[in-house]
Antibody, heavy 119, light 110 residues
Framework: QVQLVESGGGVVQPGRSLRLSCAAS????????MHWVRQAPGKGLEWVAF????????STVDSVKGRFTVSRDNSKNTLSLQMGSLGAEDTAVYYC????????????WGQGTLVTVSS | QSALTQPRSVSGSPGQSVAISCAGT?????????VSWYQHHPGKAPKLVIY???KRPSGVPDRFSASKSGNTASLTISGLQAEDEADYYC??????????FGGGTTLTVL
């Protein structure tokens, strides 16, 4: 079955960096685009980043542009999110999610990993 | 990239129907047929219940239906059941490989 397992969350000081990973299994990862979505405490879901199946096309929400970079390693079935210049507003549960091919939406989500930005 | 507008909460008794609106603009909801809805129980992964404005994924009961008119989409849940109590989010493609969520609606089954 489809599995997406995020890792790398934790407590990080403001201004520092953190790298999240997502291990995918149960499907042909190399043929699917992927997303990162986050949910701040007590807030709603926010789309964060997209990467095409081959990694050639990437996009991020304006609030993280220039600070977050999405990447993937299809040989290792792994999705990553490199986060820099972290601020309190980046505190959230970060979800790795699979793109529903040709439907411009998400069809499967991981359980999420919590990132807390605090001194 | 402003969040789509949803009511913060709705409620209904078992067996009743409720509707959740999702207001966007011509650059997201109104501009594409790519509106989805998610059911999210706190602490769990969100679940896709509607995609392509009106389609239900396999396994989602037909009590869940949806529509769109202009810049506003709607999700209707009929025959409310206790397990429907959750947060619901609309989600729309907004062009140039970008997407936007609604602010979320908490459904309470009375």
């Amino acid at each position: 079955q489809v599995q997406l397992v995020e890792s790398g969350g934790g407590v990080v000081q403001p201004g520092r960096s953190l790298r999240l990973s997502c291990a995918a299994s149960g499907f042909d990862f190399r043929t699917y685009a992927m997303h990162w979505v986050r949910q701040a405490p007590g807030k709603g879901l926010e789309w964060v980043a997209f990467i095409s199946w081959d990694g050639r096309h990437k996009s991020t929400v304006d609030s993280v542009k220039g600070r977050f970079t999405v990447s993937r390693d299809n040989s290792k079935n792994t999705l990553s999110l490199q986060m820099g210049s972290l601020g309190a507003e980046d505190t959230a549960v970060y979800y790795c999610a699979r793109d529903f091919s040709q439907k411009y939406t998400i069809d499967f989500w991981g359980q999420g990993t919590l990132v807390t930005v605090s001194s | 990239q402003s969040a789509l507008t949803q009511p913060r909460s709705v409620s209904g008794s078992p067996g009743q129907s409720v509707a959740i609106s999702c207001a966007g603009t011509s650059t997201d909801v109104g501009g594409y047929t790519y509106v989805s809805w998610y059911q999210h129980h706190p602490g769990k992964a969100p679940k896709l219940v509607i995609y392509d404005v009106t389609k239900r994924p396999s396994g989602v009961p037909d009590r869940f239906s949806a529509s769109k008119s202009g810049n506003t989409a709607s999700l209707t849940i009929s025959g409310l059941q206790a397990e429907d109590e959750a947060d619901y989010y609309c989600y729309s493609y907004a062009g140039s490989n970008s997407w936007v969520f609604g602010g979320g609606t908490t459904l309470t089954v009375l």
